[in-house]
């Protein structure tokens, strides 16, 4: 498994067919480092047999932090190539009721493990 750092703490690697891009505790993602990220998030689908995304959010990140747009940003862009089902683990529930159950056309869903998440993003549709 290859990683990548597209921002500072924000890696990008790939497990089980999906596109893992972790985000740490206070992370900043300004519209430089949203650039990286999406760039390498894209090319990463291109060179590889991808077929869903996942954003691990670690503990103190929110689905509302402003940079997390950038990474919804990626995600439909993703559709185009392939990307099926986006999967979102967090550890703030209380915001996972706003995330949509679907984003132009690719499934989405919450998890409360990174386990749990591969596992849903593996099965069949």
């Known amino acids: 498994m290859s990683e990548f ?6 890696t990008v690697t790939v497990e089980q067919n999906a596109v893992v891009v972790t985000l740490p505790s206070g ?3 300004d519209r430089q480092a ?15 047999d991808i077929t869903g995304a996942l954003t691990i959010l670690e503990p103190g990140v929110s689905l509302s932090n402003p940079g997390f747009k950038h990474v919804e940003d ?3 862009a993703g559709y185009s190539l392939g990307v099926q089902r986006w999967a979102v683990v967090t550890d703030n ?19 409360e493990t990174k386990q ?6 593996a099965r069949e549709s």
């Open 5 to 10: 750092e597209a921002a500072p703490g924000v």
């Open 27 to 29: 992370v900043n993602i």
């Open 34 to 48: 949203a650039r990286a990220i999406n760039q390498e998030f894209m090319h990463t689908i291109r060179s590889e």
């Open 74 to 76: 990626a995600a439909v």
């Open 93 to 111: 529930f209380s915001d996972a009721d706003s995330f949509p159950d679907h984003v132009i056309g690719i499934e989405t869903g919450v998890f």
């Open 116 to 121: 749990a998440a591969l596992n849903w993003l």
